[in-house]
């Protein structure tokens, strides 16, 4: 019977469920013997110029054998890695003359222990020179601070076209506007940023809590200047990542710089205050969304301009708008689609990728905006989205932006959602409470949306071995981080071979081992990493078929695969056979295969949120979200369910509640989780997830992605109901989150237009 | 997040702990539950010299009835709080607010006498136990004294404890069938309360309103008056001085008082 598509439960929880999970932190590896301990000195202000920095004092306390600039370990400012950025944006690892953001890194200090690192560097002496903050993006485009002066703009990256269209909207009926906030979040990982580093034979050594070992080499070989020969990266246990640990942060090099220059090992765990300051944020879009139609409900021009908050350095999240701008015309047929994009740099933590990392920005900007659509020509929100869908296709559809959506019916998701959620029940039951002046009001929101997922890389490693003693062994280039990719992929080499999933081990991240892999991040693992440990996997029981049709004297043709005894036989005669450990004796059986996807996937899907929002004080609490999301053929239903009841928990946290904050001197408002609010489990309805599955033809497993579909698919469904549950009161939009106090003031400022 | 340097002593009795704070002075902190207490000195917003720990003084963990009254030691957690049948039956509002103290965890480790003596305006029980009218029993060198709920909470995060003084129990009027309601407003379950209101019959506290918890005498004046519930409540902000930050402004936290404290009150009403 085969195990694919069914609920395996996960091989990995027994160990974190009781011995627990081995962090960066928690190594007791031999090599780490005697490591100090690296306290990082942080920017206390958002902009200055360093004048001086006095180490003496740190140096006198107990403990202390280092404290360290960027003098000190010879970093100088490199240009940013991605081509595409401005690369007159210098940066190194420890700030050498200017500070940009509260937590930017400054010096090190260098502990025996690790609760001696603070005391000292609080004694780390730093004169500053004040400079202006730049937090308002449009302060920020507007060039009138410079963070960069050498670089004479604040503009990383922009792409699109020159002049906006004049005539895109010609022939519309009805044109609506709306600038929309995507605002910054954190990533706020249970396991916070940390590494090791040790010298070994010459070699330098790290731990790097990570999602791509291979990734966080290159970077670090890039930032100290060192070949690839001479660094390998181990990847421990990593306790959540959700895009802000991909590769290696300059944080990271800077403990391997150290390691280097003091030539002993070093290790760094950082504080959750510190997490919150200095890990990458994500989002901080400011889009401005134009729709224009008839008041038949179709829509014949969108345009999107999109400004990006970089943050203070440029990083992955100065390029994210591209993702967005592949992404904009969405599920739709619209006719023309126009979008600008631009990222510049503020005086705040630099932004990266954040679970979807450009594409909810997308989503959330059309999901929105055609609801602002749709009120404005009275039109239910369904019907408008029904109105301009694409029709289904098989063959793969280009986009107004290039993008080659693989396999889709949007309008099947949608219809499942609105069946699922009782549609029209719920609009009854809506204008029932409104009818009777209840407080209690009730919102539904829609959203209908289609990601890309496996972009980047598009290939992916498995090297898969059979042993004599009968178990496999899976070397994998994804990276783990709480997906369950032991278990999925185990599931994959088990199907073909029969050899029991407690036989299998999968191991990853160690690039000494696995110098080639991708990592896990775009929703990639399963399409790719998954598709490589199948394609390595049967090419495995072909080279067994070969070598049994030697030893059993049959023609290859004859050999079939006989799982029951994890082996082969003759076709027709069962007891002629071998087990793959019986020829794995004789000669190893082993085989590295590189699978390459013919393109990214593209999922899809459509959430329903039911909000009820107290109409006296402003609070919104989610009751329910229905969710459709396609992401092709489901391995194991119940990997696929947490990774999208995660995903809905984060994005509908950000419709809600959450938010990165500054306050106008650039000082973090949000820096503990005391104030930087998650919802738990206590805040959240049981999601009602709905299944579809549309295969892809990209991959034998017909699998695309789906780690990201949650915070895609729910953070518009759930803002749209916040604001649709008022909207017969005269409110038109709220910006995320929508707070208490946000909706309270929005229904303050429409009954006093009214 | 790590904090400074301390030294740290586990107390052995009440006096030890009386003596230990008449020995350090202000340089001491005591700690019980540490719910309040760690996350200040990881932050390092506090730097005592001296952590004196009460946490196993299992003479300040009870519940008792005496009389009219029903006495809690100051060390004893907010889960027996929550899961205490006397109080259930005699002080209703009590164990309904302590449920609301932050998660499962904290109500395990934080303690009543802990969370009162904080002093934070945003924090559940000091409203609590203002609207029940409760009395505080300190012990100092001096001797012990009794000190009335509206004279205990003095200031931001200041009560009448001094720093060479132990609380030792608190003191709840019973009230078993009087009307009661605790109306908290928060973003999430476990958050403080952006504002929150306590009532007890027709006594109404207000949480976060001010630098301390405070009574809303102009709504218990009303009601007094013959005022509904509804007209009574319009009067909840009078008097307050709620800070603004980033979960709301004075103008809505004075509209959530109006609105929270109507509530209470019918609920009140209803009990």
């Given amino acids: ?263 002993r090992p070093v290790r760094w765990t950082e504080t959750r205050s510190e997490n919150m300051v200095a890990m990458t944020h994500g989002r901080g879009q400011l889009n401005t969304v134009t729709i224009g139609g008839k008041r038949d409900g179709t829509v014949l021009a969108y345009r999107l301009e999109i400004l990006q908050d970089a943050g203070a350095q440029p990083r992955i999240g100065a390029v994210l708008p591209a993702l967005t701008t592949l992404m904009a015309p969405a599920v739709y047929a619209f006719p023309k689609v126009e979008v600008k994009a631009r990222s510049v740099v503020t005086t705040t933590t630099p932004t990266a990728a954040y679970r979807g990392a450009g594409r909810p920005e997308a989503t959330h900007a059309i999901e929105r905006g055609l609801d602002l659509f749709a009120a404005e020509i009275g039109m239910d929100p369904g019907e408008v989205r029904r109105t301009n869908l694409l029709p289904a296709f098989t063959e793969p559809h280009t986009t107004a932006t290039g993008a080659v959506y693989d396999t889709g019916d949007y309008a099947v998701a949608l219809d499942k959602a609105l069946a699922a959620s009782d549609y029209p029940a719920l609009r009854a039951e809506q204008e029932r409470r409104r009818a009777a002046g209840e407080e209690k009001l009730l919102g539904i929101g829609l959203s209908v949306y289609v990601e890309i997922t496996g972009q980047a890389p598009a290939s992916e490693i498995a090297d898969v071995e059979l042993r004599p003693d009968g178990s496999a062994r899976v070397l994998t280039g994804t990276s783990p981080h709480g997906q369950g990719h032991a278990t999925a992929w185990a599931m994959l080499v088990s199907e073909e071979t029969g050899v029991p999933m407690d036989r299998i081990t999968v191991e990853h991240g160690d690039t000494d081992l696995i110098p080639v892999g991708g990592g896990t991040f775009g929703s990639r693992s399963l399409q790719q990493g998954g598709a490589a440990v199948r394609q390595a996997t049967r090419e495995l029981v072909e080279l067994a078929r070969q070598r049994a049709a030697d030893l059993l004297e049959a023609n290859p043709d004859d050999i079939v695969v006989d799982t029951a005894r994890a082996g082969v036989h003759v076709a027709g005669s ?62 194991n239903p119940l990997l696929a369910e947490g990774q999208r009841h995660g995903g809905y928990a984060q994005g509908v946290a950000q419709a809600l509640i959450e938010e990165v904050r500054y306050d106008p001197e650039g000082n973090p408002e949000t820096s503990t989780l005391a104030t930087y609010p998650f919802l738990g489990i206590t805040d959240v309805p049981s999601f009602e997830p709905v299944d579809m599955a549309t295969p892809t033809p990209y991959n034998t497993l017909g699998a695309k992605g789906v780690g990201e579909a949650g915070t895609i698919g729910a953070t518009p469904a759930v803002h749209n109901a916040v604001i649709d549950a008022v909207a017969h009161l005269g409110v038109r939009h709220i910006d995320m989150p929508t707070t208490p106090m946000r909706v309270w003031s929005a229904l303050r400022a429409a009954e006093a237009a009214s | 997040m790590i904090p400074a340097p301390f030294s740290y002593v586990r107390a052995d009795s009440v006096d030890h702990v009386l003596s230990l704070l008449v020995e350090h002075g202000d340089e001491a902190k005591v700690l019980a539950g540490g719910q309040s207490l760690l996350p200040i000195l990881k932050m390092r917003l506090a730097r005592p010299e001296v952590v004196v720990d009460i946490s196993r003084l299992s003479e300040l963990a009870y519940v008792r009835v005496e009389g009219d009254e029903v006495a809690i030691g100051a060390a004893t957690r907010h889960r027996e709080v ?187 009403a209803g009990r």
């Fill in chain 1, 1 to 263: 019977m085969s195990i694919m598509g069914t609920r395996v439960v996960r091989v990995e929880d027994p160990r974190l469920l009781t011995t627990g999970a081995v962090y960066t932190e928690d190594l007791r590896d031999p090599r780490l013997t005697g490591a100090l301990h690296l306290t990082f000195v942080r920017a206390p202000m958002a902009h200055a110029r360093i004048l001086s920095i006095q180490t003496a004092d740190a140096l006198a306390f107990p403990g202390v054998v280092a404290v360290l600039t960027a003098a000190d370990l010879g970093m100088e400012p490199m240009p940013p890695a991605m081509p595409m950025f401005t690369q007159t944006m210098t940066t190194s690892l420890l700030a050498t003359d200017t500070v940009r953001f509260v937590g930017d890194a400054v010096a090190v200090v260098v502990t025996e222990t690790a609760y001696q690192g603070q005391d000292a560097a609080d004694h780390v002496h730093v004169e500053y020179d004040h400079l202006p903050a730049l937090i308002d993006l449009r302060e920020a485009a507007s060039d009138a601070v410079l963070l960069y002066p050498q670089a004479g703009t604040n503009t990383v990256f922009a792409m699109g076209p020159a002049e906006l269209d004049p005539e895109l909207f010609a022939g519309c009926e009805v044109v609506v506007t709306q600038e929309i906030v995507n605002q910054r979040v954190a990533a706020a990982p249970l396991e916070g940023r940390a590494a090791a580093a040790t010298i070994e034979d010459g070699r330098l050594i790290m731990w790097v809590s990570t999602q791509a070992a291979q990734d966080a080499k290159g970077a670090i070989c890039r930032w100290l200047g060192i070949e690839p020969e001479t660094l390998r990266v181990i990847t421990p246990d990593v306790g959540g990542g959700f895009g802000a640990k991909i590769g290696a942060d300059p944080d990271h090099a800077v403990v391997g710089a150290v390691a280097r220059h003091l030539g």
């Fill in chain 1, 574 to 635: 069962p007891d002629a056979g071998v087990s793959f450990a019986e020829l794995a004796a004789k000669e190893p059986l082993q085989v590295h295969t590189t699978f390459t996807s013919p393109g990214p996937t593209f999922p899809f899907g459509a959430h329903v949120a039911v909000v009820e929002v107290d109409v006296r004080t402003g609070k919104a609490r989610l009751e329910r979200l229905i969710a459709v999301d396609d992401a092709g053929t489901i391995l």
């Fill in chain 2, 82 to 268: 929550v899961d205490s049948a006397d109080l259930q039956r005699d002080v209703p509002l009590l164990p309904y607010v302590a449920s609301l103290v932050g998660d499962r965890q904290v109500r395990h480790r934080g303690t009543f006498g802990g969370s009162l003596v904080h002093g934070d305006p945003a924090a559940d029980l000091p409203a609590a136990v203002l609207a029940l009218g409760a009395t505080f029993v300190i012990q100092g060198p001096a001797g012990r004294r009794e000190v009335p709920a509206p004279e205990f909470f003095q200031d931001y995060f200041q009560t009448a404890v001094g720093e060479d003084e132990l609380l030792l129990e608190i003191r709840v009027p019973r009230v078993p069938g009087v009307g009661w309601a605790y109306e908290k407003f928060t973003r999430r379950a476990n958050d403080w309360a952006i504002v929150a209101v306590a009532a007890v019959d027709n006594r109404v506290a207000l949480a976060n309103m001010s630098m301390t918890p405070m009574r809303a005498v102009a709504v218990e004046a009303a009601l007094a008056g013959g005022a509904s519930a509804a007209q009574a409540a319009q009067a909840a902000a009078e008097g307050t001085s709620p800070v603004t930050d980033m979960h709301a402004d004075e103008e809505y936290r004075g509209h959530l008082a109006r609105v929270l404290t109507e509530r209470a009150l019918v609920t009140a």
